[in-house]
T-cell receptor, first 115, second 113 residues
């Protein structure tokens, strides 16, 4: 149980285009989902926290208009990178959590490359 | 303010040896102390976690030792195997606010055969 999927696993896009990444909890209802980015050989950096039906809470320094997060249901959250640039190339990872549960379950990640 | 300090940055251990990774924290509101294991190109996976009401938890070859007064907790991997070669993160969390994990900088473990 407690499986989180991400789609796509890899995406290459051209500079200036937008990319959407989906995060799904497959066998549980996620009241909270988190989005992280990870650069090579570095730790995970929290980008934003989203609760189902509410606006996402972004970490300091993360551009809300560039990284659009939608947590439309208890099993789906999406991250849209708008007007992507090469510096947005990174490994994006989501995690999901149920209410009252300490454990966070991570997705397999999405490798974004902007050319 | 660096809330979580993880050490060492990298570690090389012989097969069968003991791997020890440490995590020091500052936020006394943390009440959940997990260790995550991450393989290249994959998302992190929960390895073992402890709550502050116990000082040690063991699951198979993996043990967490927790020292509340020193604000430190550590991961011990007994009988380390080449398959344990990965990056390990401590990521404590407080049960307030966003309830987000605070990741340490990571430890790259290499177990030599």
């Amino acid at each position: 149980g407690a499986v989180v999927s991400q789609h796509p696993s890899r995406v290459i896009c051209k500079s200036g285009t937008s990319v959407k990444i989906e995060c799904r909890s497959l066998d549980f209802q996620a009241t909270t989902m988190f989005w992280y980015r990870q650069f090579p050989k570095q730790s995970l950096m929290l980008m934003a926290t989203s609760n189902e039906g509410s606006k996402a809470t972004y970490e300091q320094g993360v551009e809300k208009d560039k990284f659009l997060i939608n947590h439309a249901s208890l099993t789906l959250s999406t991250l849209t990178v708008t007007s992507a640039h090469p510096e947005d190339s990174s490994f994006y990872i989501c995690s999901a959590q149920t209410a009252g549960n300490y454990e966070q379950y991570f997705g397999p990640g999405t490798r974004l490359t902007v050319t | 303010q660096q809330q979580v300090k993880q050490s060492p940055q990298s570690l090389i251990v012989q097969k069968g040896g003991i791997s020890i990774i440490n995590c020091a924290y500052e936020n006394t509101a943390f009440d959940y102390f997990p260790w995550y294991q991450q393989f290249p190109g994959k998302g992190p996976a929960l390895l073992i976690a402890i709550r502050p009401d116990v000082s040690e938890k063991k699951e198979g070859r993996f043990t967490i030792s927790f020292n509340k007064s020193a604000k430190q907790f550590s991961l011990h991997i007994m009988d380390s195997q080449p398959g344990d070669s990965a990056t390990y993160f401590c990521a404590p969390r407080a049960d307030t606010g966003r309830r987000a994990l605070t990741f340490g900088s990571g430890t790259r473990l290499q177990v030599q055969p």
